[in-house]
């Protein structure tokens, strides 16, 4: 089955302790992306990668690390996490073809930072 | 830089209702236009999508007309059903400009609630 898949689920977790997202897709897409999601802001791009070594920072990279060593690989690093950064993160990854951009979306992670 | 523009929710209604939420947008050059679905507890699923003017996308009775004058893409549809309720997001790609490569621009969402 194609799928995206992101792990943890739901993660509760302390000022300033290191943690990683994982996120892994199985349909040999090119691109992936990090988002947030927030109340009333809709989703904001963390991070995209075009292709293995290739990455960029989205609208509101501060305080997120990404890396993209493998092709279904797309981890995010939170090295020192705050408070602010308690949100919803899906993952999401595309297959570019011609003028059209069809993104498939992980399940999300929860994330609480105390 | 691009951005979306969706009215707020929650929108809620009763079953057999017609459904219009609205999403306006900015963008440079052409973009191609989307509407996500976020059921409870899922990641989001293409609904629709429009990539040049005068498209209609369309999908399990919903529609979208790409309307270039009133950059405009406005969701529809003629009788809702409890399993509609869901939030719903309006999206644009731009592949032109500073954001090409920076795929999609979401609205804030709308919350669709659906009564029996």
Redesign the interface.
């Known amino acids: 089955e194609a799928q995206?898949t992101q792990n943890p689920r739901y993660l509760i977790t302390v000022t300033g302790k290191k943690l990683t997202v994982t996120c892994s897709q199985n349909m040999n897409h090119e691109?992936m992306?990090w988002?947030r999601q927030d109340p009333?802001?809709?989703?904001?791009?963390i991070y995209?990668s075009?292709n293995v070594e290739v990455t960029?920072k989205?609208d509101v990279p501060e305080g997120y690390k990404v890396s993209r060593k493998e092709k279904r690989n797309f981890p995010l690093i939170l090295e020192s996490p705050s408070p602010n950064q308690t949100s919803l993160y899906?993952c999401?990854s595309?297959l570019i073809r011609?003028?059209?951009?069809?993104?498939y979306?992980?399940?999300?992670t929860r994330l609480t930072v105390t | 830089g691009d951005s979306?523009t969706?009215m707020?929710g929650p929108v809620t209604l009763s079953e057999e209702a017609f459904l219009t939420i609205n999403c306006t947008y900015t963008a440079t050059g052409y973009p191609?236009l989307?509407w996500y679905v976020q059921y409870p507890?899922?990641?989001?699923?293409?609904l629709l999508?429009a990539?040049k003017a005068d498209d209609k996308g369309s999908n399990k009775g919903f529609e979208a007309t790409y309307r270039k004058e009133t950059t405009s893409f406005h969701l529809e549809k003629g009788s809702v059903q409890v399993s509609d309720s869901a939030v719903y997001?309006c999206a644009l790609?731009d592949?032109v400009g500073a954001n090409a490569?920076?795929?999609?621009t979401?609205?804030?969402?709308t919350r669709l609630m659906v009564k029996p």
């Open positions: 995206v691109y992306s988002y009333g802001l809709g989703l904001r791009q995209y075009m960029d989205g899906f999401a595309s011609g003028n059209s951009y069809e993104q979306f992980g399940p999300g | 979306v969706q707020e191609s989307f507890g899922e990641g989001l699923q293409l999508k990539t997001f790609s592949r490569g920076n795929m999609l979401f609205g804030g969402g």
